[in-house]
């Protein structure tokens, strides 16, 4: 099945479904190995793993990129958090052409302003976009895409930027109007109020989205009594990786030696495991008879 089908049936089917942050290549990889079905390209995750801001500092290109070595390394589908489309319709629908050539399934866009700020800083004093240009922009990705089955989803910051519930369902319907194949309704409440209240008058118009970073404490099993599709696990590969990555240097700092580190890390042939090493030392002896002995030295 392609990659797009993928997304959609997850998005689509009955079942409450999961998307697993991923950052690089190494990342989406290990997400595909744990069984998930799908990869969430965060823009927070992508762009702190680059040393960056969530402000659209990286430009969109650069994020291809990574997202190409993402895909390269996969067969799950990976869902693109396109934050604001990077531009107005027509930098949204050139992106999608982009997605497409390098087999990302869909990507998300958030009815905010270019550049973008995360949701989860300052929330409150986000500007939202115009309902109309922002209903343009998904009717321009969705007739840019060639593939049938990739999806645009439209993010609606309404309780993000505090416009409240009446706000969220307008957009929302106005989105699923313009094409979008879903919502995804975001919340940066602790509980699950605004998540609970959208769904009841939502009442299944369009499969819905969440992201439970800040209400994480809520039962999953909620999620799927309120009819919600599909769960976002949106950054917990990079904060893993960050709180990994800051434990050892410090050790290895404080240490000035390797004793205590080399118990606490993967061993290297985890790391050329996860690369391929093995698949490239087989092709060496269907190609490359006279290297059998060994990769690359020559
Ligand atoms: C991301 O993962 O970049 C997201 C989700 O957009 S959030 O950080 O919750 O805005
Ligand atoms: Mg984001």
Partial sequence: MKKTSKLKHLVQTQNLEFLMEAHNGLSAKIVE????????AS???????????????AS???VL????FMSDATSIPILLDGDTGYGNFNNARRLVKKLEQRQIAGVCIEDKVFPKTNSFINGNAQ???????FCGKIKAMKDAQLDEDFLVIARVEAFIAGWGLEEALK??????QAGADAILMHSSRSDIAEIEAFMKEWDGRRPVVIVPTKYYSVPTKR????GVSLVIWANHNVRAALDAMQN???????????????????PLEEVFRLQGAEELRAAERKYFPSTAAGSGER
């Fill in 33 to 40: 190995e744990t069984g998930f079905k799908g990869i969430w």
């Fill in 43 to 57: 823009g927070l995750s992508i762009s702190a793993a680059m040393g960056v801001r969530d402000n659209n500092e």
């Fill in 60 to 62: 969109w290109t650069q």
């Fill in 65 to 68: 990129d990574v997202l190409e």
């Fill in 127 to 133: 500007p939202l976009a115009d309902i109309d240009e």
């Fill in 171 to 176: 957009r929302s319907e106005a989105y699923g």
């Fill in 223 to 226: 999620f799927d009594e309120l």
């Fill in 248 to 266: 050892i240097s410090k050790q290895i700092y404080l240490d000035q030696s390797l004793i205590h580190a080399e118990g606490n890390v993967a």
